[in-house]
């Protein structure tokens, strides 16, 4: 089993034409998606590795009936509009790949989404990948890449950082843990789903036994995790890696990504770690301590893997 | 992106709220001038973008023109927070009655814009928070409806304000809403919003922040307060380095290869990409090593934005050597920063064998990028070692140095 998509689920690319998006058609299709269709304005009629491009969602539903999912690769400018056409059109399942998108605007989206009954991973995100059976995003790059870095098996994993998603699931896979599903949930400052939005899908995966996490200062994501985990009493052991230690040293200045700035105490990667140890959530100094740790959490909880 | 509060002010006018008279002066003669055209007593604010300038001393209060002009020159040399003033701002003092306080921001976890309001203006809000909570409201709106006077009216007379202050207030939050929305800010906060002896209200201080990424959409109005693409308006002002560096990565939009910080350590590093950099430049401190700087590659950046930003880290004064990191990379190609990182050196003087200290990108195209590597003698690896241990190779190399 696997989380947000599965081999069946059908998607759609907006922005098909786009260099970006061309490569990731390709790299999921590669993969196993099942993209049915995809949208650029005044490029209907072509198609991208034999997807026909359309010049409106609408005419993808019409003709094909409806796609589960979109991966919204469109300019900053674009974006808004890409994702209202989406939901206006029934979509429930949308990974926007944007980077730079105002944050006023993500929040219209998110608001439309939840009107909507949809959910929006990203912005700023790479997108999701159920190993083994689809991918839906630029995770893990080209479908060869993809298979040496991410295996199937029981860890789910979330991470603010795309690149790090897959530096994460390649240790795991080296350590011979693999994983459920692993979602690239963006780098900005307001997203449409946190890790403790995505807890309840992973609690209600059978095969998920443990989840790992890539968090950084800036927000409250990782205090609404700890919280999350001790109001549910969570049956997943989670093991967290903080990265940008040296910024709680370095107020206001922004690193890495949009979100990521340390602006008051909440913000900083001490308290994080304090509320997230509290809260049972093991935090690794090193990548490459996360499977031992994972290991040794399940064997306290004599769940074998 | 900070505005100062004379910007701030500035802005606040456009949307008509209600503000003292002001001048911002240049020299002493200019803030005697300015008190002069104000008439009465001023106060004389240092125009500095970090807070705590009251502790500091920079700002005072005059009753005579002269006077103005003699604590302008107190008040301009005043560091506040390590920061140097840019201006002086000549207010009129106005008689108060009474303090609020209002912001609006972004609540990441709810996803909207809340309204912060507090009849106990004028000191630390998150001081209210802890010791008064009844005192401080908090109000989401959405962002999808028309904006609406409804939610001001709620989130003032959550804290117990009714009456003509109500009715006078409520203007005066809804335009921050405004404003808050209208120029993609991250922050509009009034603080202390002042309620005068004969009951009108006036905004005393303000601070404003611009969401960076929205400032291409502004830019009329930064033109407007005179604020350039290169005023960075973080925490500090951007060095002579870290400029040169936004250069690089501005040639063209192939990926990114810039977002430089500059350090004064002796190890350049090229590192990517975002997470990537935040977890390798922990990786190299923790274990002993000095950063020259940080900075981010990654999104498939061409090769000659590599190169540059190669040369450029080499010619930083004290840059013994460099190391060359990434996570495990999807979309950027190791053969492109490979050979990026080569020419870069080769083009600096340097021997790629003698200063780069490890070249550490698994991923996509990494056997090429590897070939291209040892032909040059360079010192590699993939993912079988990790990030941290990338890291402490090359640190334990500027140690044998």
Redo the contacts between chains.
Sequence with gaps: MSILITADTSFIVQGITGR?AV?LTRENLDYGAKIIGGVTPGRAGRDIYGVPVYDCVRDIVAKHGQPDGSIVSVP?KFTRDAVFEALENGIKTIVIVTE?????Q???M???AELRGARIIGPNC?GIISPGEAKMG?????AA?TRQ?YSKGPIGVM??????T??IA??LT?AGLGQSTCVSIG?D??IGT?YAELMPFFEADPETRAIAI?S?PG???EA?LAEWVTKNASRLPIVA?M?????DE???????????IVE?KEDTTAEKIERMEAAGISVA????EIPALIRTKLAEKSVEV | MRFYEYESKALFARHGMPLGQSRVAGSPEEARAAAQAIGGPTVIKSQVLSGGRMKAGAVLFADTPDEAAKHYETVLPIVVNGETARSVLIEEKSPIAQEYFVSVTWDGRRKLPVVLFSDMGGIDIEEVAETHPEHLSRTHFSTILPLSERVAKEAIGAVGVTGSDLNRLVPIVYKLMQLFLDYDLTLAEINPLAKLEDGRFIVLDGHLDMEAEARGDHKAVLDDLGIGDDETRQARPPTEFELAGARVNAVDHRGVAGNVVEFDGNLGLIIGAGGGSLTLFDAVRKQGGKPANYCEIGGNPSMSKVKNLTKLILSKPGVDKIAVMMNVVSNTRVDIVARGVIKGCIEAGKDPAEVIAIFRIPGAWEDEGFKILAKHGVEYCDRSVSMYEAAGRACAKLEAN
């Excluded at chain 1, 991470?159 to 790090?164: A, N």
């Excluded at chain 1, 990265?243 to 910024?247: C, I, L, N, S, W």
């Excluded at chain 1, 100094?285 to 490459?288: G, S």
């Design positions: 970006e490569n900053p730079n998108i105002p944050r006023a993500v929040a219209q998110v608001e439309l790479l630029g995770v893990g790059g080209p890449n870095a991470s603010r950082s795309g690149g790090m897959t530096e390649s240790t080296g780098g400052a307001i946190s890539y950084e927000g409250r994501m609404e890696f990265a940008g230690r040296f910024m370095m107020k206001g200045m922004r690193f890495g990504h949009a979100g990521t008051g100094e090193r990548i490459e």
